[in-house]
């Protein structure tokens, strides 16, 4: 295969940070090129390079043997380079047509609707994508709102796509779908970076996979030569991720008591179904369900972020549906969207005051009217050292952070408040699987102490791991119950479509 993109020794440096130090790999025409690496490895920061987002600091880049020099986004997309981005840029309000004309560069004034609409058809077609152009886009699943993404590209003509995490918002249904799709584009010629921490995926896709550590590109393996222990070690640098004994123990103590918990969403519809459940003290209730069957709204409204439209949420006895003291016996973590400035951190402040945001009141960071900053401090290098945080230099703002490692801070922060009740909504999205064991492992000894958790995932291989019971969610209601230890992927993931209601009925 012809090497279609050359990248050689390309360094980027931020003040205090080397995150890209000395990375080389080539991209063939036709191939797909899995990126690998920990949070923090330079992944993002790498495929901003490409792009023409940054400049690096040296290192070439060569298209077709020619050297290349992009300046902004829009080089790169004349060079025919185009990225899917996560935060999908598209306007809510406006159809799938309407939003896939605002991204072309020349549309004419009169355009010919009939025409661009038959073209854009026709990739729909195609590749089999689920997609109808009339849709207002604020109806369609996150998978189809990549699906624009995506078409706006192909449109453009573009040879080379990157996607960063993609499928870490997608459902594995969907994730089967993209790779449908990966693999039509890969016999049209069309080249294609992807990255994801999800092993089971990397190694079904790839073609070749390069590991980068620590900002240097270390070794770039081709399919047949690597497999999911090969890859992990050469990713973290040791043969085998420590693994951990559940110890089942839970009292048969009610910490949490939801009854008929209803939400509505904002078309006026159920998110939330009347949904009851027991959670013990110590135990780790999963929930399974395909993304969008009210999983969101349950841990929103468990966590004070969206209003409770009917039912009550008692902590024992006690009802806590209305009351303040919920915030401090409940906790939750959720993963972090790529729109992450928004949700769970304050984007400008630095890590070690992101690790107090909810205890800043507290006494042990407090001296009479100030704050103790010694303490804050060593509070900041106890978080950061066990959860294996990948800062910038001290006082950096945490918007400058990997996604995963943002994940990480919103995680210790949560974690140290020691909940009662931690409600976690896909708290392993987008970690490498070092870290996403590591929060494992910090969830079990939680439980070991009496914390109770609300396991909200999607990967079933993790439910079935760590759950005490799973709960499956089909339409916002709980629909069921399966026992971990008798049950399998194949039953669960028929519950989850809602073709069967409980395991033992
Ligand atoms: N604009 C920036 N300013 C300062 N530091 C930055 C900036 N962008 C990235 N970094 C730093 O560069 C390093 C690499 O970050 P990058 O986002 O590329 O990691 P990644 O491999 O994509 O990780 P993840 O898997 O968590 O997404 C990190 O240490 C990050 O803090
Ligand atoms: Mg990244």
């Known amino acids: ?48 390079v490409l792009t023409g987002l940054y400049h690096p600091d ?29 935060h999908f840029m598209l306007v809510p309000a406006h159809s799938v047509f309407e939003n896939i004309l605002l991204a072309l560069d020349k549309v004419p004034l009169l355009y010919n609707r009939k025409q661009y609409q038959q073209k854009i058809q026709k990739i729909i077609d195609t590749f089999e994508l689920d997609l109808d152009l009339d849709t207002e886009v604020w109806k369609l699943s996150i998978g189809a709102q990549q699906w624009i993404e995506l078409i706006k590209l192909l449109l453009r003509d573009c040879r080379l796509l990157i996607l960063d995490e993609p499928t870490a918002v997608l459902t594995p249904q969907e994730t089967d779908r993209l790779f449908r799709v990966l693999r039509l584009l890969q016999e049209q010629g069309k080249s294609i970076i992807f990255i994801s921490h999800k092993m089971r995926e990397v190694v079904e896709i790839s073609d070749r996979v390069t590991v980068l550590k620590k900002g240097r590109s270390i070794s770039t393996l081709d399919r047949g030569s690597f497999d999911r222990e090969i890859l992990a070690g050469l990713m973290i640098g040791q043969d085998k991720i420590p693994e951990w004994q559940k110890n089942l123990q839970m009292s048969e103590n009610i910490v949490l008591d939801i009854r008929n918990l209803s939400v509505r969403n904002d078309r006026g519809l159920a998110d ?27 841990a929103e409204a468990l966590t004070g972020l969206k209003p409770v439209t009917r039912g009550k949420i008692f902590a024992g006895e006690v009802d806590i549906t209305h009351s303040t003291a919920r915030s401090s ?5 959720a993963h972090i969207p790529e729109d992450r400035k928004s949700i769970g951190i304050a984007p400008d402040l630095d890590v070690a005051d992101n690790l107090i945001m909810k205890s800043y009141k507290n006494p042990l960071f407090r001296r009479g009217f100030f ?28 918007r400058y952070l990997s996604g995963g490692n943002i994940q990480k801070v919103i995680i210790a922060r949560e974690l140290s408040e020691n909940p009662r009740v931690l409600v976690a909504l896909y708290p392993t999205r987008g970690l490498d699987i070092g870290s996403a064991e590591y929060i494992h492992k910090v969830i079990v000894e939680g439980a070991g102490r009496g914390m109770s958790t609300i396991l909200i995932a999607e990967d079933l291989d993790e439910l079935l791991k760590l759950s005490d019971r799973i709960a499956v969610m089909f339409r916002g209601r709980i629909i069921g119950y399966a026992d971990p230890r008798r049950t399998t992927r194949e039953e669960i993931g028929l519950m989850m479509s809602g073709e069967r209601q409980d395991q033992a009925s």
């Open 1 to 48: 295969m012809p090497e279609l993109l050359q990248i050689e020794h390309i360094r980027k440096t931020f003040p205090g940070v080397i995150a890209l130090d000395d990375v080389s790999f080539t991209v063939a025409t036709g191939e797909i090129h899995t990126i690998l690496g920990e949070n923090g490895a330079g992944k993002s920061t790498l495929m901003n």
């Open 58 to 86: 040296s290192g070439k880049m060569c298209l077709d043997g020619t050297e290349v020099h992009f300046t902004s986004p829009r080089d790169s997309l004349a060079c025919g380079i185009g990225m899917v981005h996560q």
């Open 272 to 298: 939330l179904d009347q949904v009851s459940l027991q959670l013990k003290e110590g135990e780790i209730l999963g929930i399974a369900g395909i993304a969008g069957n009210g999983q969101k709204a349950l």
């Open 329 to 333: 016996y409940i906790s939750g973590i």
């Open 371 to 398: 704050q103790n900053r010694g303490a804050i401090r060593r509070n900041a290098e106890d978080k950061v050292s066990r959860f294996a945080i990948k800062t910038g230099p001290d006082g950096s703002p945490v």
